[in-house]
């Protein structure tokens, strides 16, 4: 199955993560969203976001191995990008998981709430 997804990530506290060549990130607490997609394997992508000990490969990666809660919702026909683009009024953490793309990130901090 191909298609895109939007995985939801809780931090309970605030994190400093080394994010590959973007360097370290600050984190506030709270929930994100990330935009990706599985091209070639979709289930097998999302699966790999819940594991905790495997090979740093993509940014999203290095923030789910610290990833207090995650969440998937999964769209087959989901277009990544224009998923990315409903994000757009949200902080987001520049550069994030959009390295062949030219949108502005694929990651949002969403806000703190319980």
């Known amino acids: 199955m191909k298609g895109s997804y939007v995985l939801l990530l809780m931090l309970k506290e605030p994190k400093r993560v080394k994010i590959g060549k973007l360097g370290f990130v600050d984190f506030k607490a709270g929930w994100y969203a990330y935009v990706g997609s599985g091209m070639n394997s979709l ?3 999302v699966a790999r976001h819940f ?11 290095y923030l789910t191995t ?9 769209l087959p026909n989901g277009k990544e990008c224009e998923l990315a683009k409903l994000f757009n009024g949200f902080e ?21 709430f319980k």
């Open 43 to 45: 289930i097998g992508r």
């Open 51 to 61: 594991k905790r000990n495997k090979k740093l490969r993509w940014h999203i990666d």
């Open 92 to 112: 987001c953490v520049e550069g994030f998981g959009c390295s062949d793309c030219s949108c502005r990130s694929h990651l949002f901090y969403l806000g703190n």
């Open 66 to 74: 610290v990833a207090d809660d995650v969440v998937v919702f999964l």
